[in-house]
């Protein structure tokens, strides 16, 4: 049982060890390098793919007008009072539309209100949506020990993609 027991993973952030054995531009290549490993019954637990040269990447995608604040608050507190229709509705013997109609036009209501307070907040500010992330410029494979060798070797022969 003790074979299918994933690595310890350390507790506190440590920097990786072990030899670099190979080094590819995109992370999937890296993962793909990874699972050809695994799949020629390489101990991969000794692995690593560490990404290095770091950047926070933001992506605009799209701006933001008080009219698309309204919407989006609007929409997201009708789904905290439909949330709260339904609870309330647990616990009356009345009809369940009853309480959820009124339940989901307050939150809708509320949730459009404090959109627009919060936006209107910022000063024009931020008058754009985004999506970050980090992305790494290359990613390296390590492994530990005397394993690197033979990971080394095994990589070299990885059929191109």
Same mark, same amino acid.
Request: aromatic share 10%; with cysteine; net charge neutral.
């Given at each position: ?76 507190? &009708?789904?905290? =009072? ?6 309330? *509705?647990?616990?009356?013997?009345? !009809?369940?539309? $009853? %309480? +959820? ?18 936006? &209107?907040?910022? =000063? ?6 985004? *999506?970050?992330?980090?992305?790494? !410029?290359?990613? $390296? %494979? +390590? ?19």
């Amino acid at each position: 049982m003790s074979s299918f027991r994933p690595a310890r993973v350390p507790q506190v952030p440590t920097p990786p060890s072990g030899e670099e054995v190979a080094s590819y531009p995109t992370y999937l290549e890296a993962q793909h390098a990874v699972d050809y490993l695994a799949d020629n019954d390489f101990p991969v637990r000794l692995v690593t793919i560490v990404g290095t040269d770091l950047r926070m990447v933001e992506r605009i995608t799209g701006r933001l007008t008080y009219a698309r604040v309204a919407v989006a608050g609007s929409a997201s507190g &009708a789904w905290f =009072g439909l949330f709260v229709g339904l609870l309330l *509705s647990l616990f009356t013997t009345g !009809s369940t539309l $009853a %309480v +959820l109609l009124p339940a989901l036009f307050i939150g809708a209501g509320f949730g459009l209100l404090f959109a627009i307070a919060t936006y &209107a907040a910022t =000063g024009g500010k931020r008058d754009f949506t985004s *999506s970050s992330q980090v992305v790494a !410029s290359s990613y $390296a %494979v +390590l492994c530990q020990g005397p394993d690197a060798v033979q990971a080394r070797q095994m990589l070299g022969q990885l059929p191109p993609r």
